[in-house]
Every structure is written in C-alpha cells, then in structure tokens.
C-alpha cells in the first residue's frame, strides 16, 4: 500500500510536467492611468514634471508620454508655469526659479481628454517644503572593517555625512549622490532616506548619536572606482515622512504584474483618486562636494 501511496503522486508531478500548453491569463485592464513624476525645490534651476500613461500588462514597454498638458505649480501667491519640451514630450520644465522654505505648493495639471467634458482631466497634487539643514559640514569616506571570511571587503569603502539634523521629527534627509557630474540616484529606487525618528536633533555620525547608534553610510564605492581627483557630490533633501513612505512603496513594488504587485497598489499624492498616479514633491536642497585623494 505504501508503494501505491508513493506512486499516485508521482503519476501526477509526470501528467503536469507532460504539459508544455502556453497559457494566456486574459486580465481585466482598465482605463489607462496618469503617471506623474514632479519636484519643486528651492534650488536656482529649471524644475521638471513628467507625465505619461500607464501601459497594460502586455504591453508595458510601450509608455506613451501625456502631451499637450497645462502644467503650473503655486504657493497660493506666485504661479509659475511647467513648460512642454519641444524635444521631449511629457517632459514639462520650468525657468530657472527658486522655491521657498516652509511654503506649500500646489501642482495643477489640466490633461487634455476626449472624454472629459470640458476637454482636460483636472488633477491636482500639493507637497509642503520642509526646513533643511544649514549645511553638511564634511563628508568622509573609510574603508570597511574587514569582516572573517569576506577578506573582499577591504576593497569597499563607505561616504559618511556630518551635519547637525533639525529636531523636527517628521523631517526625512534623502540622499543623492553625483560622481564626477554622473548621477548614482538617476531612478527612484536608487535614492536612500534617512528617517531621523528618535535621533532628530542628533549630530548625524557623531558622537552623542554613536553612542546609541552604528554609523549611517549613504553610499558605498569600491577600490576600483575610486581615483585621485574623482568628485563626489551628496545632495541632502529634506522631504516630508509620506514621499519617503510612497519610495518604500515603489522599491516593494514587483512590477505591473497584477499577480504580484501592481504599481497601482503604490501610495499617490494626486488627486481625484483613480485617475493618476506617482508623486509630486517640494522639498529644500543642501550640497556638500568633496575630492578624492589617493594619499
């Protein structure tokens, strides 16, 4: 009888593997959506939004960029106009402007729709300007301790900032890094955010903050990518706490495959809900360069 036990389910495992069929799962899609990927931040320059519509699950290769759109963003006094590129589109950029500190800023974008009745989908964001730090006083690279058993590891070395954080809790400090004028932070899931719960006020990496806290590296840089001169730029942005929770959403997020996680599912700040979605963000920006010596 075991025999026999061991047998039927092995007859089954041979039936399943004997069945080479392609199948195709016939998924329901809807009403494309509007991506939006937008900033406004305190820096002298052309600040950009771009729009686009989401693609179905069989085609997600093919994005078609939202053109013809009317793209303004406001702080309820100033109206400053997002303008299409001639030579991108769905890509809108400002002048060279600068935002302010602690100002809210509304982003308006009118989406030109057959459907619509006015002719334009009305969608809206808005996004508060946190404070930021004063400076980064210095940024230090140190090779890693060398762990038994990974002897590699001395070949890597860690970038620590130092600056005195804000003792307002809700602020995040996003990092960006440029590496002789080559963005390492070019996407989304490549930016990394220091949430400052329960160290807010802290002198980041120093020694009140050690005591009860490892050191917080924001990049990491083998031997071989480092040479005498190399320029190394961190960008510190502060951003509110729900921008860092929608980049948590959309590094989790496994794709546009409806049957493991779908984009949609991500977190969006524009509204009316179930048009758009992505993220508008303003937010203030300090830099700090430093060059590499081989000595």
């Known amino acids: 009888m075991k025999k026999l036990l061991f047998l039927i389910p092995l007859m089954l495992l041979l039936?399943?593997?004997?069945?080479?069929?392609d199948i195709v799962i016939d998924l329901e899609e809807g009403e494309p959506l509007i991506g939006v990927e937008g900033s406004f931040t305190d820096e002298?320059?052309?600040?950009e939004v771009i729009?686009?519509?989401?693609a179905d699950f069989y085609n997600s290769d093919d994005i078609k960029m939202v053109t013809g759109a009317k793209v303004v963003v406001t702080d309820g006094v100033d109206t400053i106009p997002y303008l299409e590129q001639p030579d991108q589109p769905g890509h809108y950029?400002?002048?060279?402007?600068?935002?302010k500190k602690n100002t809210l800023y509304r982003l308006l974008m009118d989406v030109p729709s057959l459907e619509a009745a006015d002719g334009f989908v009305h969608l809206e964001a808005e996004s508060y300007m946190n404070d930021n730090v004063d400076q980064i006083d210095?940024?230090?690279l140190k090779q890693n301790p060398v762990m038994p058993g990974a002897a590699f590891l001395d070949t890597v070395f860690m970038l620590y900032p130092y600056f005195q954080s804000l003792p307002d809790p809700s602020i995040v400090y996003m990092v960006k890094i440029t590496e002789d004028s080559v963005s390492m932070s070019d996407t989304l899931t490549k930016v990394f955010a220091i949430p400052m719960a329960g160290y807010a006020g802290y002198y980041?990496?120093?020694?009140?903050m050690l005591e009860n806290n490892m050191e917080i590296p924001v990049a990491m840089m083998t031997i071989s990518e480092l040479?005498?001169?190399k320029v190394i730029r961190l960008d510190l942005v502060s951003i509110p706490m729900d921008y860092m929770i929608f980049l948590f959403n959309v590094s989790m997020s496994a794709g546009s495959n409806p049957l493991m996680g779908s984009p949609t599912n991500v977190i969006t700040n524009v509204k009316p809900s179930g048009k758009a979605?992505?993220?508008f963000y303003a937010a203030s920006v300090v830099s700090k360069e430093m060059i590499y010596s081989m000595e």
């Not at 002298?44 to 600040?47: A, F, V």
């Not at 729009?51 to 989401?54: R, V, W």
């Not at 980041?204 to 009140?208: D, H, K, L």
């Open 138 to 140: 210095s940024l230090a």
């Open 51 to 54: 729009l686009s519509y989401t």
């Open 44 to 47: 002298l320059k052309r600040h």
């Open 204 to 208: 980041v990496n120093g020694p009140e």
């Open 277 to 279: 979605v992505g993220w």
């Open 15 to 21: 039936t399943l593997f004997s069945c080479r069929e």
């Open 93 to 99: 950029l400002t002048d060279s402007v600068a935002g």
């Open 227 to 229: 040479h005498d001169g």
